[in-house]
């Protein structure tokens, strides 16, 4: 899943990748979540954790809004790379301090992510909406994972914990944050695109997953005009 602008992510010694100065928001990926990062018109920077270093089991993938403390602090990280010594002492000092600025950060974030379903069935259904989320349809996920619709909803609500319909809405918006993060992309062009014949329920349900309107979402993540910083090492 690719994040307008920035990306961070916690892997397996937990990872940061956030942009240059103009980047907003950054996002927070735990160990073992299956993921991939695509970069659009962004400078990237990977900085890697110990999940260690965070008091609590981080709780999925967050969204945040990055305050300018953040961000400096990511641009004054690329001075280590990730063969630094583990006795560094100003360097395990600046990263201990940096986890706890993200912690209340990641508490306060969007959960951008997708449920997964444990049995084949499911599963399947999950890959037939996603190849185009714009005509998901029950039926023809059914169809594909080999059961009933009636089967399907019902384990398809026990394994994720929503419903086909909620799953599809949440899979349309999470693809709406791609394309809007494209130059010169129309909200109405978008939401029709995703499967959105109606623009109040497009807004409505696109707030609800990231607690902003289509408009404000694009804005914030296509780059100001005559701006970008220098590329990041990625």
Known sequence: MSIPRTLATWGESAQATIPGPHATSSSVIPAGERHATFRRDA???SIYFDPAAFPHPLPGVRVF??????REMVL??????????????????FFSAMADVVGPLVDRGATYRLPRGRTQPVQRAIECALRDVASADLRRAAAFAGATERTLRRRFREETGVTWRAFVTRARVLRALDLLSI???SVTRVALDVGFHNLGAFAAAFRAVTGQTPSEFRRAALPSPGGGGPPADG
């Open 65 to 70: 809004d990055a305050p300018a403390l953040l």
């Open 76 to 93: 004054h990280a690329r001075r280590w790379t990730v063969a630094r010594r583990p006795d560094d002492v100003t360097a395990n000092t």
């Open 43 to 45: 400078s990237i920077v």
């Open 183 to 185: 130059p010169g992309a």
